[in-house]
Structures are given as C-alpha cells and as structure tokens.
Nanobody, 120 residues
Framework: QVQLVESGGGLVQTGGSLTLSCAASGSIFSISALGWYRQAPGEERGMVAAIFNSGTTYYADSLKGRFTISRDNAKNMLYLQMNSLKPEDTAMYYC??????????????WGQGTQVTGSS
C-alpha cells in the first residue's frame, strides 16, 4: 500500500512564498513521474508542474517562473517552491506520483491535498 502526504500549505500574503512537500511511503519499488495539481472551488483540477526520472520538468504556462518543482529520490519526497504568490493561486494542492510496487504495475497515487490560501 502506498501513501502520499502533502504538507506546507497555509495562508500567505500576495507576493509571499510557500514551499509544499509531499512524502511518499509504503511498499514502493520505484517512482517514475511526480506532479503537483491544484483545484480551486468550482474549478476542475489542473496540473501545476511535473517532474520525471530524467529530471525533465514541466510547468503550466501561467506558472512558469514563479513555481519550481523538485524531488529527492533518496527520501521519496516531492517539493513545490511557490514564489510571488497571488490570490488566484488559492486552491487545494495535490501531490500525485506514478508508483510501481512489488505487487503492481505502475499506477498513479494521489495525496489528500494541502490548502493554499492567498490573501490580498
């Protein structure tokens, strides 16, 4: 069984910074892709950023230059550094990972989310 737990969310003023963390635990054989998604009230969940085993990163166009995704493979950790935050960044942020276990083929797992609220 695999578990993803996000942390680091909170209330932040416009222009502030926040770092989200995601810890993966359980019977993990390997993790290929990792990503951050967000969902604001009344909106669909959308991708924020992704990072692959090769180190290649992907960002939503509107967030390039403000957000940075990184991973620590040794610790099975994923991070999202968010700078110059805006009120419109307010959303629930979710961690997702494509995980292979000893008993299953690669499949995506999701965390429960961490709330980020930007104040003007």
């Amino acid at each position: 069984q695999v578990q993803l737990v996000e942390s680091g969310g909170g209330l932040v003023q416009t222009g502030g910074s926040l770092t989200l963390s995601c810890a993966a635990s359980g019977s993990i054989f390997s993790i290929s892709a990792l990503g951050w998604y967000r969902q604001a009230p009344g909106e669909e969940r959308g991708m924020v950023a992704a990072i692959f085993n090769s180190g290649t990163t992907y960002y939503a166009d509107s967030l390039k230059g403000r957000f940075t995704i990184s991973r620590d493979n040794a610790k099975n950790m994923l991070y999202l550094q968010m700078n110059s935050l805006k009120p419109e960044d307010t959303a629930m942020y979710y961690c997702a990972a494509e995980i292979t276990t000893a008993h299953s083929l690669p499949r995506w797992a999701w965390g429960q989310g961490t709330q980020v609220t930007g104040s003007s």
